[in-house]
């Protein structure tokens, strides 16, 4: 069974930075295209930014592009989502799952911005 973990958020005033992670069970995530997604109370999932399975450029949201950087680690096993410059409107639950294939959503970190 597939399990995603995401971790790393927490409290960070605007303009900080923060480095979550995702990591999974029952896939190799080094094999996967990974999508970020963010998801506010009764709201869909929000794409925020993706990192192919090999090669090409990672994607991101207009609203991240140029704060956020996706990239992987661990032999490709683990993907970071590296915030800088977070802004109040970044608050909310973020999640990662595979890109092509919706696995079962793990449980989120929570970011939250504010002074």
């Known amino acids: 069974q597939v399990q995603l973990v995401e971790s790393g958020g927490g409290l960070v005033q605007p303009g900080g930075s923060l480095t979550l992670s995702c990591v999974a069970s029952?896939?190799?995530?080094?094999?996967?295209?990974v999508n970020w997604y963010r998801q506010g109370p009764g709201e869909e999932h929000e794409f925020v930014a993706s990192?192919?399975?090999?090669?090409?450029?990672?994607g991101y949201a207009d609203s991240v592009k140029g704060r956020f950087t996706i990239s992987r680690t661990n032999h490709g096993d683990t993907v970071i989502l590296q915030m800088n410059n977070l802004k109040p409107e970044d608050t909310d639950t973020y999640y990662c799952?595979?890109?092509?294939?919706?696995?079962?959503w793990g449980q989120g970190t929570r970011v939250t911005v504010s002074s």
């Open positions: 990192i192919p399975y090999s090669g090409g450029s990672p």
């Open positions: 029952g896939i190799t995530l080094s094999r996967y295209a």
């Open positions: 799952n595979t890109r092509y294939v919706t696995r079962p």
